[in-house]
């Protein structure tokens, strides 16, 4: 799947040369924060990454990769699907030493934009998903699917400087309980091919105390149509994932007129 990817990302660097009147690519990768822009209507769009995190000393994991395409059905909606292949490893549970590969819960949703920015009213869109257990290796099902909802918005501050965030909660297929997601990322056009962010994000639920982070990355526009990322960051509560680093590539390209 990797050498099919990059063999088409490497035909979308040329190809999309050829579409210079549509407006760049926006993804929602490498921040925590979703965007609030949805896929042109008829496109397709892929956006993969690999990541690394460190749970503690003795846990880890690992994305390889991580993928979420998307369509544009209409001007107003957008179709999603998320597919994680992850190795899990814990030096400290003997089931794990050899540590365990598998897809995560498959899933499915939708983008659906709302009102575009106007004044102090933030360009909002709402992102919604559901996992589906059934679709996961044995070790990752969940006991029932796994839905999450989150409200998108995003402010133009200057020509160059942007500011994103998100609310929304997620269930993991396992407990009742909700986890409450906030995302808070400024972000900057360093140039006219560079862009880069620094993020607050976190998680809080009833079940476990709140973990607070927070990351930065950059990402740099090979063409209107395909661009890639870097990003890294550390956990600033007791709860938190240590450490993060993701690498990562988006592209897109039109299905018809």
Same mark, same amino acid.
């Given at each position: ?188 056009? #360093? ?12 998680? #809080? ?22 661009? #890639? ?29």
């Amino acid at each position: 799947m990797i050498k099919y990817f990059l063999l088409s990302a490497s035909f979308f660097c040329i190809a999309g040369l050829s579409n210079a009147q549509v407006d760049k690519i926006d993804t929602d990768r490498p921040d925590q924060t979703e965007s609030a822009v949805l896929v042109p209507k008829k496109w397709i769009q892929f956006e993969m990454g690999f990541g690394k995190q460190v749970n503690n000393s003795t846990e880890n994991e690992f994305q390889h990769p991580t993928l979420l395409s998307k369509y544009g059905i209409s001007k107003r909606f957008e179709f999603r699907l998320i597919t994680t292949l992850q190795t899990n490893t814990d030096q400290n549970n003997p089931a794990l030493k050899q540590s365990n590969t598998g897809l995560m819960p498959v899933e499915i949703g939708a983008k659906i934009a709302l009102w575009e920015e106007h004044k102090l009213l933030p360009k909002t869109s709402l992102i919604f998903h559901v996992g589906i257990p059934r679709f996961a290796s044995r070790y990752y099902q969940a006991d029932h699917l796994a839905p999450n909802f989150r409200f998108t918005m995003q402010h133009s501050l200057s020509k160059n400087i942007g500011l994103g965030y998100n609310v929304g909660a997620e269930w993991d297929g396992v407990n009742k309980e909700a986890t409450w997601i906030y995302t808070f990322a400024p972000g900057f056009n #360093i140039s006219e091919k560079w862009y880069g962010y620094v993020e607050a994000f976190g998680f #809080i639920s009833k079940i476990n105390r709140a973990q607070h982070s927070l990351d930065g990355g950059i990402a740099y526009y090979i063409n209107r149509n395909f661009k #890639i990322d870097l990003s890294s960051g550390f956990g600033i509560s007791k709860e938190a994932p240590d450490w993060y680093i993701a690498i990562g590539a988006s592209f897109r390209f039109k299905t018809g007129k």
